[in-house]
């Protein structure tokens, strides 16, 4: 299964059956019995209900953060209460029609483990309780070190130039292990520059995607690797019907790390012979200052449906 991550930069990838049962034989009986057998503490009992600490509440078995002390109120209910979630994407949501009647159900969305239920009956903004087992949950002082499973992913950018920022945008947004994929103007001497002034070709700025991605699922030269399939690095100031400086072909680097695998790949290519006789002329310079596209530029071909010339490069 491809990795999934949330906005707020987590690995939701779902857990396989067996690692959830290895981390759920560490449970105290009370904590599996909730969270494996859909339990319920008994009100008023739990040790989070009464708690006041600013912090973070973590499933108990997987480590993912489900709610926050900013968001927890108290309903009198006998349950520890949130008007809302950490992250929506890390609570999963469905039906529950145990007891005679319907309620919905919350669970944790990387294990599946069973936090609770929530009501329509909470406080503003969002009028929802989410009334949950202490049972369920592990909490984390805000000033307390959290485990690598309760922390974001620890993420490296990258930023490419080739043509048209809306087709790599969206294939990098398909790749594994790529949390975010932004169109943008890079390496140009204008600040917050407009489409409008990059179209004119005289601020110097290209076209660019800035590439947030998790190495542990996809490696710097796998985005090269892609980059390279997407367009035609062959191609100067221009891409296809494109023609100006801001659709050139460029690479951008963050580090010595990444500039030494742009270029060792460059080289690679150029022996290779895939390209015949043309010479690439792709760009490596040190990465300046990202600006970031308007809002109508992101996520354009998902949100249009138009095609692209861009080659799907997984």
Same mark, same amino acid.
């Given at each position: 299964?491809?990795?999934?991550?949330?906005?707020?930069?987590?690995?939701?990838?779902?857990?396989?059956?067996?690692?959830?049962?290895?981390?759920?034989?560490?449970?105290? !009986?009370?904590?599996?019995?909730?969270?494996?057998?859909?339990?319920?503490? !008994?009100?008023?009992?739990?040790?989070?209900?009464?708690?006041?600490?600013?912090?973070?509440?973590?499933?108990?078995?997987?480590?993912?953060?489900?709610?926050?002390?900013?968001?927890?109120?108290?309903?009198?209910?006998?349950?520890?209460?949130?008007?809302?979630?950490?992250?929506?994407?890390?609570?999963?949501?469905?039906?529950?029609?145990?007891?005679?009647?319907?309620?919905?159900?919350?669970?944790?969305?990387?294990?599946?483990?069973?936090?609770?239920?929530?009501?329509?009956?909470?406080?503003?903004?969002?009028?929802?309780?989410?009334?949950?087992?202490?049972?369920?949950?592990?909490?984390?002082?805000?000033?307390?070190?959290?485990?690598?499973?309760?922390?974001?992913?620890?993420?490296?950018?990258?930023?490419?130039?080739?043509?048209?920022?809306?087709?790599?945008?969206?294939?990098?947004?398909?790749? !594994?292990?790529?949390?975010?994929?932004?169109?943008?103007?890079?390496?140009?001497?204008?600040?917050?520059?407009?489409?409008?002034?990059?179209?004119?070709?005289?601020?110097?700025?290209?076209?660019?995607?800035?590439?947030?991605?998790?190495?542990?699922?996809?490696?710097?030269?796998?985005?090269?690797?892609?980059?390279?399939?997407?367009?035609?690095?062959?191609?100067?100031?221009?891409?296809?019907?494109?023609?100006?400086?801001?659709?050139?072909?460029?690479?951008?680097?963050?580090?010595?790390?990444?500039?030494?695998?742009?270029?060792?790949?460059?080289?690679?290519?150029?022996?290779?012979?895939?390209?015949?006789?043309?010479?690439?002329?792709?760009?490596?310079?040190?990465?300046?200052?990202?600006?970031?596209?308007?809002?109508?530029?992101?996520?354009?071909?998902?949100?249009?449906?138009?095609?692209?010339?861009?080659?799907?490069?997984?």
């Amino acid at each position: 299964m491809p990795p999934r991550y949330s906005k707020s930069g987590y690995d939701i990838t779902p857990l396989a059956r067996d690692e959830v049962a290895r981390l759920a034989a560490k449970l105290d !009986p009370e904590s599996y019995r909730v969270t494996q057998k859909s339990g319920t503490e !008994p009100p008023f009992c739990g040790n989070l209900l009464d708690n006041k600490k600013a912090g973070v509440y973590c499933c108990i078995v997987c480590g993912l953060p489900l709610f926050s002390s900013e968001h927890k109120f108290h309903s009198g209910t006998g349950w520890p209460s949130f008007f809302r979630e950490f992250d929506p994407q890390h609570v999963a949501r469905k039906a529950d029609r145990s007891h005679g009647m319907v309620r919905t159900e919350i669970a944790c969305i990387r294990c599946g483990a069973h936090l609770g239920h929530v009501f329509d009956d909470g406080p503003p903004p969002t009028g929802e309780r989410h009334c949950l087992n202490s049972a369920a949950l592990r909490f984390y002082d805000e000033k307390a070190e959290r485990p690598p499973q309760s922390i974001p992913v620890q993420t490296e950018t990258a930023y490419f130039a080739g043509g048209c920022f809306w087709g790599l945008e969206y294939y990098f947004q398909q790749g !594994p292990g790529v949390l975010d994929a932004v169109s943008g103007y890079m390496q140009g001497e204008v600040e917050r520059p407009t489409y409008k002034q990059v179209c004119t070709d005289t601020t110097g700025h290209a076209e660019t995607v800035k590439v947030v991605f998790d190495p542990r699922h996809i490696t710097y030269r796998r985005l090269l690797q892609a980059f390279f399939d997407m367009h035609d690095p062959t191609q100067l100031n221009r891409q296809g019907p494109d023609v100006g400086r801001q659709y050139r072909s460029g690479i951008w680097y963050t580090s010595d790390a990444q500039r030494e695998a742009a270029e060792a790949y460059v080289r690679e290519l150029s022996a290779s012979g895939r390209f015949g006789r043309k010479a690439i002329v792709t760009q490596i310079e040190p990465a300046k200052t990202f600006w970031p596209a308007e809002d109508y530029h992101q996520d354009y071909i998902e949100k249009t449906g138009r095609a692209c010339h861009v080659r799907n490069p997984w």
